[in-house]
């Protein structure tokens, strides 16, 4: 990873301001809490990305003051700094000025400590609660006064005057349990806020005492639709970091693998889509197909849906030896098949009437909230991390980056069921061509990563998912963030549904397609 | 990583149980030995027949064990064979909860009011290694260690996530459970379990 500079908390707020203005800086693409211990302090660690020249620059910030930590706000730069600084104040209890929204994001109102501290033992101060969790309309915010001290000011999420009604935890559409309170005026959506932290396992805290290859089982876990492109994230982040050289034959495998995984994604999107909408029938298409994907799977990696496949520097087992056949089988079946998908649900009047037009997300938006994969492209953003930066095999096939211009969610629907034919087309170019070799490199029992810090990123099934690591040199990592493809999302829903109606939240919820265990972590 | 050439002895549930069903149809007789009524035995053959075959699950899924539940209601396992297809979305309407996957510290007031709000007779079924334990997640600080903390659990289905066919085998274990139950003859109604209160928090309780 490319050095990271440091700038002081005063400086920070116009430092950040004079990137976005003069280097184009306009994507946020991570943002971490860090707890450096006693001399390094309570700190943050920004990732930007340029989306017109694709530069990267990272940025550290630190504050000494352990009891009231406060740093600067950047959430009037990118949009998505809000949903970012409300985790981290969340897990390490830095207050961010001038924010206007500092509630905590994943755990409850009534939590006490700050869990991702280094010194801090949550289990300790919090049992398990059963009282119900009440739910704040006001939020706080701090400010700076002219003079430089400090003033506390309450803003109003929902005021008594307005109609809130609430979806979730526990409902159907929100695929998962995500909660949203939405402010209706009749049928239209004013306001919504997204609460989350129903499937927060604090999978970051586990992997600090966890060793490296034990980190993987979790990685698995949060999207649990990605799960080959997520551990592909961390083998290769942790491969990079000790400066490992797969194989091409892992290169291959893994490639096909991830393209499979995408497949299967997005059969399952297109069958939930159909669900939420009312229609049964192309649930059944979905999932008819997906399971011949699921077959292919579980004859080489043993699993059906969580495979633990990738292990650092190779992978667990070599492809079974049905395994090109039952590819080259389903490839020619699937495209056979999927104009069934389109005749019945693509080229449906209701279709149509429930989702063009509808959910709109303009390309500014999508980028100041981060919103890659599916969501970003359909509102005309080439965020495509395999083009943008190549891993695995990408650079040496052909393929096409599925952009579409409207923003809706019936583009957001197609992007997704044009990316099932591209990576059809991937894999029919490298399945022949699998090169003999070992399928795991040999490395010692034991793995230290080298001090320092190390990123990688992949195309996920729904979005740029990323890896950030921070080793101090011993065999557990100091600090693993992962950066969620679905967060953004969610933090976008506000913007996306306003003064649309009701019902269209549950078709956009469909559209948008995240996974809520990744969301939470 | 290199993995080592030595076949380990893998754990696994003893594959005699999974055709053992004689042990619980033994069980029934041995309870009906104790002399039941034949006419109000008689009916509670019919009723628990008739409930046994037509359970109706809640979707409720927080994680990947949810999408294996997906899978089972999909043409390939089609639970509608065992008549499980009827899911609920509104706990009012569901016979069992099928709690599949983790459940955080968080979620655990709401899962047990959605216990709460299901008519009785209720079931629950605890699916995968996180509702069974905590999983590979026993030792996050937000995790509830195994939903038998919370809510009296009937049938426990390992795996991560379970496979159809475990998902099978444990909702036909359940079907057993129900097929045993008296209503009208004999003493074995569904035990009462010690209840953990849940407290709302409302003005009178904040005082």
């Known amino acids: ?80 700094a809000d949903f970012y600084e409300r985790e981290v104040f969340d897990f ?58 400090i003033k506390k000011q309450e803003n109003v999420i929902f005021d008594d005057r307005e109609y809130v009604v609430n979806i979730g935890p526990q409902h159907p559409s929100t695929h998962g349990v995500m909660r949203f309170r939405v402010s209706l005026e009749g049928e239209t959506i004013k306001k919504i806020d997204p609460l989350c932290g129903y499937i927060f396992r604090a999978i970051e805290k586990m992997d600090e005492s966890l060793t490296y290859p034990q980190t993987l089982a979790l990685v698995d876990r949060m999207d649990y639709l990605s799960a080959h492109q997520n551990r592909h994230a961390l083998c290769m982040c942790i491969e990079k970091a000790m400066g490992v050289e797969v194989s091409p034959r892992v290169q291959y495998i893994r490639t096909i693998m991830d393209e499979l995984q995408r497949i299967d994604s997005h059969l399952l999107f297109y069958a939930c889509l159909a669900m939420d909408l009312g229609g049964l029938t192309p649930f059944f298409y979905g999932f008819r197909d997906r399971e011949k994907i699921l077959d292919i799977f579980e004859e080489t990696c043993g699993g059906r849906l969580i495979m633990n ?20 089988e389903f490839i020619p079946y699937l495209r056979g098949v999927i104009h069934e998908y ?60 599925i952009v579409y211009k409207e923003g809706d969610s019936f583009a957001r629907y197609m992007v997704r069921m044009d990316e099932i034919m591209e990576s059809m087309k991937i894999i029919e170019q490298l399945i022949d061509n699998i090169p003999e070799g070992p399928y795991q490199t040999k490395m010692k029992p034991i793995i230290r990563v080298p001090e320092g810090t190390y990123s990688a990123f992949v195309e996920s099934s729904r979005g740029e998912f990323g890896v950030f690591l921070e080793s101090h040199g011993d065999k557990t990592p100091y600090r693993l963030h992962y950066r969620s493809t679905g967060l953004p999302l969610v933090a976008a829903i506000d913007t996306i549904c306003r003064d649309t109606k009701i019902a269209d939240l549950i078709a956009i919820n469909g559209s948008i397609d995240y996974v809520v265990p990744d969301i939470d972590r | 990583m290199e993995i080592k050439k030595k076949t380990p002895k893998i754990k696994s549930i003893p594959y005699e149980e999974f055709q053992d069903n004689e042990t619980l149809e033994n069980m029934v007789k041995e309870l009906n030995a104790g002399g039941a009524n034949i006419v109000l035995g008689a009916l509670d053959d019919v009723v628990n027949w008739g409930r046994s075959n037509s359970l109706w699950p809640l979707t409720f899924a927080t994680s990947c064990c949810g999408i294996e539940f997906m899978a089972l209601g999909a043409a390939r396992y089609d639970m509608a064979r065992f008549g499980f297809e009827v899911a609920r979305s509104s706990p009012r309407q569901a016979d069992m909860i099928m709690v599949c996957g983790t459940i955080t510290n968080k979620m655990a007031p709401v899962l047990k009011r959605l216990y709460d709000q299901m008519a009785d007779p209720k079931y629950v079924v605890a699916v995968g ?76 309780n904040k005082k």
């Open chain 1, 1 to 80: 990873m490319e050095e990271i500079q440091v700038i002081e908390p005063v400086a920070l707020h116009g430092e950040m301001l004079k990137l976005r203005k003069e280097k184009q800086m306009d994507y946020l693409v991570s943002l971490v809490g860090m707890d450096w211990g006693d001399e390094g302090g309570l700190g943050v660690v920004y990732l930007l990305r340029s989306t017109l020249t694709g530069e990267n620059v990272s940025i550290k910030t630190a504050t000494k003051d352990r009891v009231a930590p406060e740093l600067p706000t950047v959430s009037d730069i990118w949009k998505i």
């Open chain 1, 92 to 149: 390490y209890g830095i207050v961010f000025i001038n924010h206007p929204d500092m509630r905590r994001l994943y755990l409850r109102n009534d939590w006490v400590g700050y869990p991702f501290r280094k010194d801090d033992d949550p289990e300790k101060e919090n049992p398990l609660n059963m009282t119900n969790e009440s739910t704040d309309d006001t939020t706080p915010e701090i400010e700076f006064n002219p003079d430089g001290t």
């Open chain 1, 309 to 328: 496949y990738n292990t650092i520097g190779g992978v667990q087992a070599d492809i079974h030896p049905n395994f090109v056949k039952r590819v080259k």
């Open chain 1, 342 to 401: 389109h005749d019945i649900f693509t080229n449906n009047v209701i279709v149509r009437e429930r989702l063009v037009g509808v959910g709109l997300l303009s390309r500014e938006d999508a980028i100041s909230y981060g919103c890659t994969g599916g969501t970003g492209r359909a509102s005309g953003w080439a965020c495509d991390v395999r083009k943008r930066m190549p891993y695995g095999l990408y650079d040496k096939v052909d393929f096409k980056e």
């Open chain 2, 129 to 204: 290694g996180c509702a069974v334990s905590g999983g590979p997640f026993k030792k996050s600080f937000h995790v509830v260690n195994g939903v038998d903390k919370i809510i009296p659990v009937d049938v426990y289905i390992p795996g991560c996530p379970p496979r159809p066919e475990s998902f099978f085998y444990g909702m036909m274990q359940l079907q057993r459970k129900v097929k045993i139950e008296k209503f009208f003859g004999g003493r074995n109604k569904k035990e009462k379990r010690e209840e953990i209160p849940t407290t709302f928090e409302t003005e009178e």
